[in-house]
């Protein structure tokens, strides 16, 4: 089974960055798309980042494009979140996934990843 660790978030001021790391161990990680989401209190988790197998194909949330970077290094098993220009409106805990199917190309669905990291806290100050 698939294990996700994160790490990266933490306190940053309004236009501040952040890098999230992402580390898996158990699985084929270079044969699996992989998704970023995130959770703010009282709202439903939400769709940020999702990369291809391959790592060629990535693609986000409008909330996010422009500002935000979803890599991959498989020789490391590691999935990034680079995070530009900070708003207070991403304040949230972000999750890394492993989309279900092998050499996808990363959905913008929640239902179709699995296994979930522990989540990382990013905190935005205004």
């Known amino acids: 089974q698939v294990q996700l660790v994160e790490s990266g978030g933490g306190l940053v001021q309004t236009g501040g960055s952040l890098r999230l790391s992402c580390v898996a161990s158990g699985r084929a990680f270079s044969s699996y798309a992989m998704g970023w989401f995130r959770q703010a209190p009282g709202k439903e988790r939400e769709f940020v980042a999702a990369i291809s197998w391959t790592g060629a194909g990535t693609h986000y949330a409008d909330s996010v494009k422009g500002r935000f970077t979803i890599s991959r290094d498989n020789a490391k098993n590691t999935v990034y979140l680079q995070m530009n220009r900070l708003k207070p409106e991403d304040t949230a805990v972000y999750y890394c996934?492993?989309?279900?199917?092998?050499?996808?190309?990363?959905?913008?669905?929640?239902?179709?990843?699995?296994?979930w990291g522990q989540g990382s806290q990013v905190t935005v100050s205004s």
């Open positions: 996934a492993v989309e279900a199917v092998r050499y996808g190309m990363g959905t913008t669905h929640y239902q179709d990843f699995g296994p």
